[in-house]
């Protein structure tokens, strides 16, 4: 929630025009043996997850993949709906979007096609409210082209 003082000048927030072009079909390859992971967060802690596999996808004509990530405890609670990370970096970032990336979320797929809507991409919630810790996206997870769906910076 954004905190009361930036509440008051609060006009919406900014996305770029739906494009379709970012709606790309992705090959998930799971991790077969879990390995455990420790992401910085914007508050300097750690969040401990898994890492649930890699997608495979073509965006802009381009071979592209990014790691999927699971929390441990998430996975120990055996949750399945919105149980999955995808944070990442792009070329827009710290410029039209978010300098600490975006995220996308997924329900744990059944088999291995999954649909990446970049249009969904949208800041962490430490962007409204500092005090909020969120994950950073690991290096792995920078694309090196521009990504101008989704959610825009907040100003």
């Known amino acids: 929630m954004l905190p009361a003082e930036l509440m008051k000048d609060f006009t919406g927030l900014k996305y770029y025009g739906i494009d379709y072009n ?15 992971i420790s992401i910085s967060t914007s508050t300097g802690g750690q969040y401990d997850n898994f890492i649930y596999g890699t997608v495979y996808f073509t965006l802009h004509g381009k071979e592209m993949k990014l790691q999927l990530y699971q929390s441990v405890r998430s996975a120990e609670l055996g949750r399945t709906k919105g149980a999955l990370l995808l944070p990442f970096t792009d ?17 744990i797929p059944e088999g291995d096609e999954m649909t990446l809507d970049f249009n969904r991409a949208y800041n962490p919630y430490c962007v409204y409210d500092p ?11 920078h694309l090196k082209i521009k990504v101008e769906a989704g959610e825009k910076m907040y100003p």
């Open 91 to 107: 070329v827009t970032s710290g410029e039209e979007t978010f300098g600490g990336g975006r995220y996308l979320v997924f329900d």
């Open 22 to 36: 970012y709606v790309v079909k992705g090959r998930l390859e799971r991790t077969v043996q879990a390995q455990t």
């Open 131 to 141: 005090s909020h810790s969120c994950p950073i996206p690991p290096a792995e997870n």
